[in-house]
């Protein structure tokens, strides 16, 4: 099963607890304000990354880098980077670096994770996610907790997803990631009512999106309410025309 979801942001630079160079840029209207120049680069070259200039966004980023060696974001930023390009190695460097050093950027044990559980190192990942959720200091343990509930169902340990994910929303009931598993894993596990009052939660908070339409078709179906689940492939078909989700929807049910 793929690993869906990097849940947290890449990185914090916005904020000022994550910068760590000592050289500051103080220019009068600077739109960067008083990140170090290292941050600046690390910014920058996360924008290049989000806009798909890769070759652009590996110089600033190693720029950064270079600027400071303890910057623990740079190396994160860098990691993803990797991990889009491909470069699995490369990508595992960079975040040992990153842990390095700041053992407690919970951004970057977040990512890693997400890595790790990617490359099929289930309990590696898990290990990651339980420093991060055993943390006082992290004040998001719902991220993390979601983190570990889609790893674990990712390795097949469906009973341990459902316990971590259900963690996740003690702590914030409307957490739509957390949601949107809950009603696939439940779904999955024969919980068709469940499924379906998850799936609604979800959707109290979050547009439709072809994965959460495509439960709920399914959804319907198994519990034998195919009005409803005609709706929602009617739906899929209308707003997500040209997704797996709508062909799979258009086989699975008939749509008039």
Avoid at 11 to 24: D, N, P, R
Avoid at 73 to 81: D, F, G, K, P, T
Avoid at 84 to 102: I, V
Avoid at 244 to 253: G, M, N, P, T
Wanted: hydrophobic share 35%; charged share 25%; glycine share 8%.
């Amino acid at each position: 099963m793929k690993f869906r979801v990097l849940i947290g942001p890449i990185v914090c630079v916005a904020l000022a607890a994550c910068g760590s160079s000592k050289t500051h840029n103080t220019r009068p209207n600077d739109p960067y304000g008083s990140l170090s120049q290292s941050d600046i680069y690390v910014r920058k070259g996360i924008q290049y990354m989000e806009a798909g200039n890769y070759e652009v966004a590996l110089q600033d980023l190693t720029r950064a880098a270079e600027l400071d060696g303890r910057n623990s974001e740079a190396y994160n930023a860098l990691a993803v980077l990797y991990q889009r390009l491909d470069q699995p190695a490369d990508a595992e460097r960079e975040f040992k670096k990153a842990l390095s050093a700041n053992s407690e950027n919970f951004g970057v044990r977040n990512n890693y994770g997400r890595f790790l559980c990617g490359q099929g190192r289930y309990a590696e990942a898990m290990s990651q996610f339980r420093e991060v959720i055993g943390s006082k200091l992290y004040n998001s343990p719902w991220i993390a907790l979601t983190n570990a509930g889609i790893c674990a169902r990712s390795a097949g340990q469906k009973g341990e997803a459902e316990q971590y994910l259900r963690q996740a929303l003690e702590y914030d009931p409307r957490f739509a990631p957390a949601l949107i598993e809950m009603a696939e894993l439940s779904r999955e596990t024969g919980q068709g009512m469940s499924a379906r009052a998850f799936l609604e939660r979800y959707h109290a908070v979050a547009e439709p999106d072809p994965r959460s339409l495509w439960i709920g078709v399914e959804t319907e179906a198994g519990l034998g309410n195919f009005h409803a689940a005609r709706d929602y492939a009617k739906t899929l078909r209308s707003k997500f025309p040209n997704t797996k989700e709508a062909v799979q929807a258009k086989r699975y049910i008939s749509v008039d």
